[in-house]
């Protein structure tokens, strides 16, 4: 962090390491700028949406942080698209937030999103009116709609995971990973 600092020219350190254990601890979830600065201010530590987004610039532009973003929007999120941001490393993001394991299907959701991107797909969080789909992944004339979860055993997150890509009217592969067999 110190040479991203240094290159991108950041001065506030504290507010880099606390940015990359946030996007590193909630990485999968969808993630707005403007509620991370409000959430620092509201705690004591003013900041703007801005400076946030000029430090997370500075970490995508490290390739500390990899960045997801919605597809499918509109109205007045077209102006502030929400985005997914990851480690590229499961290895960085565990050692930031302490090996935690119980949040292994957020790990695997990183692991599919840079495995999506290494194959040459343009990723993207698929937004609907019927949900969220984890990545929507295009590359030349395919498409492919991919959901991620740890288990789908239970009866709610089978439906979850399901209903949201069973809304989705084309004939495009419509994929569920799990660690589950069944």
């Known amino acids: 962090l ?7 020219e ?5 507010l880099l390491e606390k940015l990359v254990r946030y996007v590193y601890s909630t990485s999968g979830n969808l993630f707005s700028s403007r509620k991370i600065a409000d959430t620092l201010t509201s705690m004591g530590r003013k900041t703007s949406s801005a400076t946030v987004d000029s430090y997370l610039s500075a970490l995508r532009r490290a390739f500390l942080v990899l960045r997801c973003e919605q597809e499918g929007i509109a109205g007045k999120t077209v102006l502030q698209p929400l ?5 590229p490393d499961t290895g960085l993001r565990n050692r ?14 990183s692991i599919v999103f840079c495995e999506l991107k290494r194959r ?8 609907g009116a019927a949900g969220e789909v984890d990545f ?15 288990s789908i055993v239970e009866g709610q997150t089978f439906e979850r995971e399901l209903s949201n890509l069973e809304a989705i009217r084309d004939s495009f592969p419509k994929i ?3 660690r589950d067999s069944l």
């Open 136 to 150: 929507v992944a295009s590359r030349r004339s395919e498409r492919l709609y991919v959901q991620v979860s740890s």
């Open 83 to 87: 985005q997914k941001l990851y480690a």
């Open 2 to 8: 110190n040479d991203v600092a240094k290159r991108f």
């Open 176 to 178: 569920v990973l799990t």
């Open 120 to 127: 040459g797909y343009e990723v993207r969080v698929g937004a």
């Open 96 to 109: 930031e937030v302490g090996f935690a394991s119980r949040d292994i299907g957020y790990q695997l959701e």
């Open 10 to 14: 950041l001065r506030d350190i504290d």
